[in-house]
């Protein structure tokens, strides 16, 4: 365990939670020496997520709503790693590995969980195949290619159907989130297809599929019915009490058996709980980690929650607060106050926050909302969404960016350069120098290898002993399956003896053929069947 007189204080997620909690701890803690604050994200930035539909557009660029983690929390350990587990009863945290495919475990005192939530399609066949998600960065990214490949395939189509299929633009969700997005997108198609030749702007179609009676159910029915009103003026067709329950290549599969032919399905369907957060033993309300009134968890001391993953009450009318980057701010000051008062034998203070507004943009110089209880929409509504984000966004360096792009947006034509992504295949190839350690006994199983020129030895080490030699292989011959199946370290080292070429197959997709391919799956079954019994294992 930890050192008592050195305080360890361990963040996960990098979220407006979590960043704000390190940034508040720093400026109450300053220079104190005997204080470790840590933070542990897959990415080594802040999103600031409100402005995330304007990356679609180009309104703003891609990397303006971004904000490096390291200039916010200059005096805080970043792990920019995954967290595989969290064992509240040891008080030890496990990261994914880095360059090196070894384990990372982190201790803590203080445990700070602001782990949001994970984009889940369970229960929608189809969606996870064929529909865009709308929730991180690269989700925009990938969305702003897709509507401009689109545009790109229907100018030099020939085939009516397909075109129209092509031109047939479907958001499922009509939250906040679905809103802003289905406006961008309505608005950057029917812009951007004025460079294209052989596009009519009449045969574009943009679909909102939501489920509710009425769009934007967080803001008040007059205002709501005010966007549902603007957004159909400008083309959209919104459908109401409509459902989506699934998705093919060539379709939106509707609850009502109706099936919308398009090429483009973005979901911004409600999160689902994050696994992590849902194999914790505390005790949780919808998938959330239940937190007192101080944001603690309950029989767990030195462990807090904060953000949409936590279940945080509010005293006045005993339901929980709503996941807004509002609370989570306020949140994670409050959190950090009681970690700094609890550490000091302090008192603590409950967290209580009235939310100041509620604001969406509707594209196209608009938008709706309700501040300080007036409500507002159109232009003037617009101008306050802006200043209000400006002001909200981390570092001076992002305002003057974003501030620069938005002037620029208003006087120069729009950008429809298309950046192509692509996805790092599953399966690749290395090669490897005579000597050359290819994984050594200890690491995790991340790769399957199969050799193609060459050949590579298989060691066994044992501390303080001479290593010994389990196998010779050659051309044809594959290693590394048993950690892949079992999920357990490396049993051994291989290096190669030769000059070798490999063939590797990643984590994800060789289970997946193992999973679903009974003949292959066989065949590793008896492979590892033999190399247990002979004196060759590995």
Known sequence: MANKSHTKILILGGGFGGVYTAMALEK????????????????NYLVFQPMLAEVVSGSIGLLDTLTPIRRLCPRTNLFTREVESIDLQSRIVTTSTGIRPRPSHLEYDQLIIALGNVTSFTGQSGLHEHALPFKYLGDALVLRNHLIHALEEADIERDPEVRRTLLTFVVAGGGFSGVEAVAEVNDFIRVASRSFRNINPGEIRVVLLHAGSLILPELPDTLARFAQSLLQRRGLDIRLNTRLVGATAEYALLEDGERIPTKTLVSTVPSAPNPLVAALPCK???????????????DYPGVWAVGDCAWVPDRKTGQAYPPTAQHAIREARCLANNIVANMKGRAKKGFAFKALGKMGALGHHSAAGEVFGFKVSGFLAWLMWRAVYLMKLPGLDRKIRVSTDWFLDLILPLDIVQIKTERTPGIGRAHFEPGEVIFSQGDMGDRLYVVVEGEVEVVKEDSGKEPIRLAHLGPGDCFGEMALVSDNPRMATVRSCSSVNVLTLDRDAFHALFAHLPPLRGLFEQLIEQRTKAPTQR
Do not use: H, M, Q, T
Not at 29 to 42: G, H, M, R, T
């Open 28 to 43: 109450l803690l300053k220079k104190d020496a005997s204080v470790e604050i840590s933070l542990v994200n897959k990415e």
């Open 284 to 298: 949780k309300e919808r998938g959330k980690v239940v937190v007192n009134e101080y944001l603690e968890v309950p």
